[in-house]
């Protein structure tokens, strides 16, 4: 919640009324539509911090997988609406590993017409982080660990593992 939280402080407040018990307060409310966007299956994990957060906030999901031979990812599922109606998005993703996944989320997220994206994760590698700012360098990087590299196979070292895997018991 602590990454979401960052990654979240520029976006615009409009002013709001809120009724208390004892007086009514003067308080901020977000502006901005946001769409979250946790790439399955790994995402997923993030969703709930970020509805807390952000509970007005719309879901939507895009699923890729790594080819494990050539690292590269491959779309199997994308459950965006047929246009877009928020201003902000939020790419939800654990790891950030070879940056490809990101980057290609990315991509579907502008060809369908996202102004305004962000990505959100929790450990990322320098290639990683490379890679995707290369590919977008408008899209900030939100993350709460850099680590030290990649492995031949890669995976972020020291890392966790496979997030995904983690998270369901499938590893």
Same mark, same amino acid.
């Given at each position: 919640?602590?990454?979401?939280y !960052? ?5 615009? +407040? *409009?002013d709001?009324?809120?009724?208390t018990?004892?007086?009514p307060?003067? /308080? ?7 769409? +979250? ?18 509970? !007005? ?8 997988? $790594?080819?494990? $031979?050539t690292?590269r990812?491959? !779309? #199997?599922?994308?459950k +965006? ?20 996944? *990101? ?9 369908? /017409? ?16 490379? *890679?995707?700012?290369?590919a ?7 993350? *709460? ?9 890669? #995976?972020?070292?020291?890392? +966790? ?11």
């Amino acid at each position: 919640m602590l990454v979401l939280y !960052e990654a979240t402080a520029d976006l615009a +407040l *409009a002013d709001q009324e809120v009724r208390t018990p004892l007086a009514p307060y003067r /308080g901020a409310k977000l502006a901005e539509q946001v769409g +979250l966007v946790p790439v399955l299956r790994a995402g997923i994990g993030m969703v709930e911090a970020a509805l807390e957060l952000i509970p !007005e906030a719309q879901v939507w999901h895009i699923g890729l997988f $790594r080819d494990e $031979r050539t690292l590269r990812p491959i !779309e #199997y599922y994308n459950k +965006l609406p047929s246009t877009t109606a928020v201003q902000a998005c939020l790419v939800l993703d654990p790891m950030l590993a070879t940056g490809g996944s *990101a980057t290609a989320t990315i991509d579907i997220l502008k060809k369908w /017409g996202a102004k305004r994206v962000k990505y959100v994760g929790l450990i990322a590698a320098p290639e990683g982080v490379a *890679a995707l700012s290369a590919a977008h360098p408008d899209v900030p990087i939100h993350v *709460a660990g850099l680590d030290e590299k990649l492995n031949e196979k890669g #995976y972020i070292v020291p890392g +966790l593992g496979d997030a995904g895997d983690r998270q369901f018991g499938t590893g």
